[in-house]
């Protein structure tokens, strides 16, 4: 069966630090990428999708994400986080004959301290 | 504009008996999904629509849980029996079109005791 791993469940950094959070999946076939954040009391919003084309996707608030093929990644990155970015972030993947429905991770914690 | 809105927000029920949360989408959306997020997890699949038709239900866990969508618009996730397994938050998403981008309601929490 078709799944997305994330690497860390609970990441902790200090403002101004760079953050890589990992996402892997497993199938072979034509992907739609996806990173979602859900800050504390608050829904799921869209961060940054990849569909097609450049391969480095850029997002909201200074995150960018990189599709490695070969790897079967897409892993989400930010130069230097705010304490605003403390939140809960899910990497999703749609396979492309599948209707669209998304395949999440188990999502990661990510805590900022100010 | 309005975003995808459920309720309710949250519902206490008693094991055994039927549930139905509601999910209106983003005007104009033709694709439904419903997810649910237990505590800790990413949300799951259970099942999209493509205007009023279930195009693919193979999310849903047993037979005790069925949606609709009569017009096209507000879908309804139903659960008969109620489990204290199916405790969770029921999420709905929504999309212009089938493979687009989903735009995900506050979901709703529901708490089987």
């Known amino acids: 069966a078709q799944s997305v791993s994330q690497h860390n469940h609970h990441v902790i950094l200090s403002e101004a630090a760079s953050l890589e959070l990992g996402c892997n999946y497993s199938?072979?076939?034509?992907?739609?990428l996806f990173w979602y954040v859900q800050y504390p009391g608050q829904h799921l919003q869209l961060l940054l999708k990849y569909f097609s084309g450049d391969p480095l996707v850029k997002g909201i608030k200074g995150f960018e994400a990189e599709f490695i093929k070969s790897k079967f990644s897409f892993n989400l990155r930010k130069p230097s986080v705010q304490w605003s970015d403390t939140a809960e972030y899910f990497c999703?993947?749609?396979?492309?004959?599948?209707?669209?429905?998304?395949?999440f991770g188990q999502g990661t914690e990510l805590s900022v301290k100010p | 504009g309005a975003g995808v809105s459920q309720t309710p927000s949250n519902k206490v029920t008693e094991k055994g008996k039927y549930v139905e949360l509601r999910c209106d989408p983003i005007?104009?959306?033709?694709?439904l999904y419903w997810y649910r997020q237990s505590l800790g997890q990413g949300p799951e699949f259970l099942i999209y629509?493509?205007?009023?038709?279930?195009?693919?239900d193979s999310g849903l866990p047993n037979d005790r849980f069925f949606a609709v969508r009569p017009e096209g618009s507000v879908s309804t996730l139903k659960i008969q029996r109620t489990e204290r397994g199916d405790s969770a938050v029921y999420l709905c998403a929504s999309s212009v079109r089938v493979q687009e981008t989903q735009y995900f309601g506050p979901g709703t929490r529901l708490l089987v005791l």
């Open positions: 999703a993947v749609s396979l492309y004959n599948q209707g669209g429905k998304l395949i």
């Open positions: 005007s104009g959306h033709t694709a």
């Open positions: 199938y072979g076939g034509t992907v739609n």
């Open positions: 629509f493509q205007g009023t038709g279930a195009a693919d």
